[in-house]
C-alpha cells in the first residue's frame, strides 16, 4: 500500500513536468469549462493537432501502447502520472481520445498487419482523428440491434444506413463502424466491424446540438458507401467480439481518466468563501459545509478507485471490479455539483447575469453532466453489468437472443 | 505507487478470515444479543492467543511489531465477522493512545497486558456534547478526575480507561483511570446493539495519570487513525452484508423466478457494491496515509469515516428491505448488521462531526 512515487515514476513524473513547462503553461483558473475530449472549432482542431504532434515526436503519445505499434511501453501508473501532470496546464481538449483509447486497442487485436501499419502511426501523431459509428436512432443501450446494413459487392462491400450520437464526427477523418452483414441470424451473429474514411462523399455528418448548447455529437448518414474488403475489421460476422473489445477499452478510459471534468469540488470551496449565505459568508454555513463535505468525500473515492484499477493493471492482473463504479458514480456527481454550485453562485438559481461568471460555469457543468450518465453505456446498463458480471446474480430475461434479426 | 496489499497481508487476511469463521460465527452474534454481557469473551482469547491482539504492538511490549495496514487487515475481518469485541477501544484507540503519547512506563504496565488479551482500556472520550476535543468539560485537578463520559463501551469489562479531560489549564489532555479507582460510577445503558455493551462513567475525584505526549493536535491524529481503522471495520460489515443479501436473492423465488433477476433488487445491489468499494478506495488511502504518517491524513480520515458511514447505512438498511419479511425478525441475521453499522457510528461520532473536520482542514 504505497501511494508516493517509486524513484522510477517519481523520475517519470519530473522529466514530464520538465518537457511540459518548456511546452505549455500552466493553467491559471479562467479557462472555460469544457468537454475534456471536445473541440469547439476547426480552430481549436487544429491546435489539439498540432499538440498531440509535438507529444508524439517528443515520445508522450499512446504511452502505454507497445514499442512495437509506436508507442512507449510504459506502465499505466505512468500514465495516470502523465495524465496528472498535463492537467495541470492549458492544452488543447484531447480529442484523439477514442482513437487511442478504443480503436487503437480494438486493431492491436483484431487487425490485419496492413490495418496496424496504417492505423496505428497516424491516429498516434494525430494526423488522423476517429469517431465511434456505433448507436443508432434504434439501437444504443441494446447496441446489437442495429440496422445499418453491409452486404458483399464483389470482393467489396456496400454500407447504407444511419448512425447517431458519433461524438467528434464533424472533424474526425475516419470511423470505426459496426454494420448487420447478416439479418437471418439473431442479432449478436450477423454483425461486422469496419475502418471507414469520412472524407467518402457516400457519408454526411451533420451536428447535433446538445442541451448544453454546443453541438459535439453528430447524426451521421450513409448512402452506398462502397469499401474493400481490407476495411473489415475482424472476421465476418464477428463484428460483435471486435465490438465488445472497443467498449471495454472505452469503460476503461473512462475509468481511468480524470476523475472528474472540469470541476472539482474545491472550486465549491473558493466560491462559498467568495458568496454570501444568510448575510455571512457562504463557507461558514452549516448546510454548505455539509453538502461540500460530501462532495469531497465522493470526489476523493473516484480518484483513489482510478489508481486502484492501475495498480490492478501494473501486477499484470485484468482490472478489478473496483473499475466498474467509477463510470456509474462520476455522472451523478458531477450532476449533483453541478446544481449545488448554481445555487450557491446566484441568488436565482440558474439565471447568470454576465458571460463567464459562476452560475454560467456550473451551469455548464451541470448540464454537461447528464451526458456521463448515458454515453458509454447508461447508469442503468452499468448497474445491471454489476449485478451480472460482478455480484453473479441471474440474467435479464432475454426475448430475442435466438430469433434472427430479420423475424423481430 | 502501489495500491494493492502483498502476498505476506493476504496471507494475514486468510488466516484471520479462517480464525474469525471459527469462533465468531452469527449464531453467536445472535447469541451476544440475548446475553446480559454481550462480550464475546472466547473470540477475544481466540485473537489474542493467535497473537493478533499485539500485531501492532512492538515486541519489546509483547507484540509483532507489524503496521497499520495488518491492523487495518484484521479491522475489517472483525467487521465482516461480527465479531462482539473490543477492537475500536483497544487496539484502534488505547494501543496507539499509549504508545504515542505515553511513558515507557505506562507502555511496559500495559501493552504486555493488552497483547495477551487481559487488559482491556475502555475509550472515554466522549461526552454528550460529543467528541471533539474541544467539547470535552470532564476536568482534572492534582491528578484527580472530574465529570461523566458516554457512551463510553465495555466499561463494566475493562480495567481502564482512557479519558479526554482539561487540564488545569483548560487544554483538553488523555488521562488514564484505574476503574476499580474511588469515585467511579458505571451506569450501564442501553445501545442498539447489545453485542457492543454500553455505559456512562462518571468520575469524582478519581486519580488519574496523564499521557504525557497528550496535547489536541496529537489527540486529533488519534482520532483520525481510529476512524480510518473504524472504516475497515465498517468496510467488512457491509461487504458480508451484501454477501448475504445476494445470496438471498439468487435463491428466492418470486414470480417464478429468483428475485434477483429483476432490476429494482439488482440494480440496488449494485449500488450497494458501488458505495461499498468507494468507501474501500478512501479506507486504502486512509491508510497509507495513517502508515506514512502522511499530512493528508486527516482529509483521509474524514473522507474515509464518511463514505464508510455512508455504505454502512445504504447497504444495512437494504439488506434487511431485501429479505422481504424474514429481514424484519429478531431470528434472522439482517439486523445485526444494522444494529452493529449504528454501534460503528457512535465509536467515533456521526458524519456531522467530521464532516465539520474536513472542511475545517481543507477551507482553513
Ligand atoms: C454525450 C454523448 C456522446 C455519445 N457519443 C457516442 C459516440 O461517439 N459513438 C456512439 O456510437 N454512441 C455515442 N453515444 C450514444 C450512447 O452510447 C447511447 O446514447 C447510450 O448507449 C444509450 O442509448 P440510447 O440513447 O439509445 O438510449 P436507450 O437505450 O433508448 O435508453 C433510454 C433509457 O432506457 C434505459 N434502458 C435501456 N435499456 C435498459 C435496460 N435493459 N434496463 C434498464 N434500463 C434500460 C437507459 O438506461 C436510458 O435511461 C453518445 C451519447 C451521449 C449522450
Redesign the pocket.
Known amino acids: 500500500m504505497d501511494f508516493s512515487d517509486n524513484p522510477e515514476e517519481a523520475a517519470f513524473r519530473a522529466r514530464a513536468r520538465a518537457w511540459l513547462d518548456a511546452n505549455a503553461t500552466v493553467r491559471d483558473g479562467s479557462e472555460k469549462v469544457q468537454?475534456h475530449f471536445m473541440a469547439r472549432d476547426a480552430a481549436e482542431v487544429a491546435r489539439a493537432r498540432d499538440w498531440q504532434a509535438r507529444k508524439a515526436k517528443a515520445g508522450w503519445a499512446g504511452l502505454t501502447w507497445p514499442r512495437e505499434f509506436g508507442g512507449q511501453g510504459a506502465t499505466p501508473i505512468e500514465q495516470v502520472i502523465w495524465n496528472q501532470e498535463e492537467g495541470r496546464y492549458a492544452v488543447p481538449p484531447n480529442v484523439f481520445l477514442?482513437g487511442i483509447g478504443l480503436v487503437g486497442p480494438t486493431v492491436m487485436i483484431h487487425g490485419t498487419e496492413d490495418q496496424k501499419k496504417t492505423v496505428l502511426p497516424r491516429a498516434l501523431t494525430g494526423e488522423d482523428i476517429w469517431?465511434?459509428?456505433?448507436?443508432?436512432?434504434?439501437?444504443?443501450?441494446?447496441?446489437a440491434g442495429i440496422r445499418t446494413r453491409a452486404r458483399r459487392d464483389g470482393d467489396g462491400w456496400v454500407i447504407s444506413g444511419q448512425?447517431?450520437?458519433?461524438?467528434?464526427?464533424h472533424y474526425s477523418t475516419h470511423g470505426i463502424l459496426l454494420a448487420r452483414s447478416n439479418p437471418q441470424v439473431p442479432k449478436h451473429k450477423g454483425l461486422t466491424m469496419f475502418l471507414v474514411e469520412l472524407s467518402d462523399p457516400a457519408i454526411e455528418a451533420r451536428p447535433i446540438r446538445?442541451i448544453s448548447g454546443g453541438a459535439?455529437?453528430n447524426e451521421v448518414f450513409i448512402d452506398n458507401l462502397r469499401v474493400p474488403d481490407s476495411a473489415r475489421l475482424g472476421g465476418e460476422s464477428e463484428g460483435w467480439k471486435v465490438a465488445l473489445t472497443t467498449l471495454m477499452n472505452e469503460r476503461f478510459s473512462i475509468s481511468i481518466g480524470r476523475a472528474t471534468g472540469g470541476a472539482r469540488a474545491e472550486d465549491l470551496i473558493a466560491l462559498a468563501r467568495r458568496v454570501e449565505r444568510n448575510g455571512r459568508p457562504a463557507i461558514e454555513d452549516g448546510e454548505v459545509r455539509a453538502r461540500i463535505a460530501d462532495f469531497t468525500a465522493r470526489q476523493r473515492g473516484l480518484e483513489f478507485t482510478s489508481y486502484r484499477v492501475m495498480t490492478s493493471l501494473s501486477r499484470g492482473e485484468a482490472p478489478g471490479e473496483e473499475g466498474s463504479i467509477g463510470k456509474l458514480l462520476l455522472g451523478r456527481l458531477r450532476q449533483e455539483m453541478g446544481a449545488f454550485g448554481m445555487e450557491l453562485a446566484g441568488t436565482a438559481a440558474g439565471i447568470s447575469a454576465a458571460a463567464q461568471d459562476d452560475v454560467a460555469r456550473w451551469r455548464n457543468e451541470y448540464l454537461t453532466a447528464?451526458?456521463?450518465?448515458?454515453?458509454?453505456?447508461?447508469?442503468?446498463?452499468q448497474?445491471?453489468i454489476i449485478g451480472e458480471r460482478i455480484l453473479g446474480l441471474p440474467p435479464?430475461i432475454r426475448v430475442d437472443k435466438d430469433v434472427a434479426f430479420s423475424e423481430l | 505507487m502501489n495500491f494493492g496489499f502483498s502476498d505476506e497481508q493476504d496471507t494475514i487476511r486468510e488466516t484471520l478470515t479462517r480464525l474469525l469463521g471459527d469462533h465468531a460465527t452469527l449464531a453467536v452474534a445472535h447469541d451476544r444479543l440475548e446475553a446480559a454481557e454481550g462480550f464475546d469473551t472466547a473470540t477475544w482469547a481466540a485473537l489474542a492467543e493467535g497473537g493478533w491482539l499485539g500485531l501492532a504492538i512492538a515486541e519489546e511490549d509483547g507484540g509483532s511489531g507489524m503496521g497499520a495496514v495488518e491492523l487495518a487487515i484484521l479491522a475489517e475481518e472483525i467487521g465482516r465477522s461480527l465479531a462482539a469485541v473490543p477492537f475500536a477501544p483497544v487496539l484502534g484507540l488505547a494501543v496507539p493512545a499509549i504508545q504515542t503519547m505515553g511513558t515507557q512506563a505506562q507502555q511496559k504496565s500495559l501493552l504486555p497486558g493488552i497483547a495477551e488479551g487481559r487488559t482491556i482500556i475502555a475509550a472515554a472520550l466522549c461526552e454528550t456534547g460529543g467528541l471533539a476535543p474541544g467539547k470535552v468539560t470532564a476536568q482534572v485537578a492534582q491528578d484527580r478526575l472530574s465529570g461523566t463520559k458516554t457512551p463510553v463501551f465495555f466499561a463494566a469489562e475493562a480495567s481502564h480507561a482512557l479519558v479526554a479531560a482539561k487540564d488545569e489549564g483548560g487544554t483538553p489532555r488523555l488521562w488514564l483511570a484505574d476503574l476499580s479507582g474511588p469515585g467511579v460510577t458505571i451506569r450501564a445503558l442501553d445501545p442498539i446493539d447489545g453485542t457492543r455493551p454500553a455505559a456512562e462513567i462518571g468520575f469524582e475525584g478519581t486519580p488519574v495519570e496523564p499521557l504525557p505526549g497528550s496535547d489536541p493536535a496529537a489527540i486529533g491524529a488519534l482520532l483520525d487513525g481510529a476512524a480510518v481503522l473504524a472504516a475497515f471495520e465498517q468496510i467488512g460489515l457491509a461487504g458480508r452484508a451484501l454477501a448475504l443479501t445476494t445470496a438471498y436473492v439468487r435463491e428466492r423465488q418470486a414470480f417464478g423466478r429468483p428475485i434477483g433477476s429483476f432490476?429494482a433488487v439488482k440494480?440496488r445491489l449494485a449500488d450497494m457494491f458501488a458505495k461499498i468499494e468507494l468507501a474501500r478506495s478512501n479506507a486504502f488511502f486512509g491508510v497509507w496515509a495513517l502508515a506514512s504518517k502522511d499530512g493528508r491524513l486527516p482529509e483521509a480520515a474524514a473522507v474515509a469515516r464518511l463514505t464508510a458511514l455512508d455504505a454502512v447505512q445504504f447497504a444495512t438498511e437494504e439488506t434487511i428491505q431485501l429479505h422481504g419479511g424474514i429481514g424484519f425478525t429478531w431470528a434472522a441475521d439482517p439486523h445485526l448488521f444494522l444494529r452493529r453499522g449504528w454501534q460503528l457510528k457512535a465509536e467515533l461520532g456521526p458524519a456531522d462531526a467530521w464532516r465539520d473536520r474536513l472542511l475545517g482542514n481543507l477551507a482553513s
Not at chain 1, 131 to 143: N, T, V
Open positions: 468537454d477514442i469517431c465511434q459509428l456505433f448507436s443508432e436512432p434504434a439501437a444504443g443501450s441494446d447496441l448512425k447517431v450520437w458519433t461524438s467528434g464526427a446538445q459535439s455529437f447528464p451526458g456521463n450518465r448515458i454515453a458509454g453505456g447508461s447508469d442503468e446498463i448497474r445491471t435479464e | 432490476q440494480h
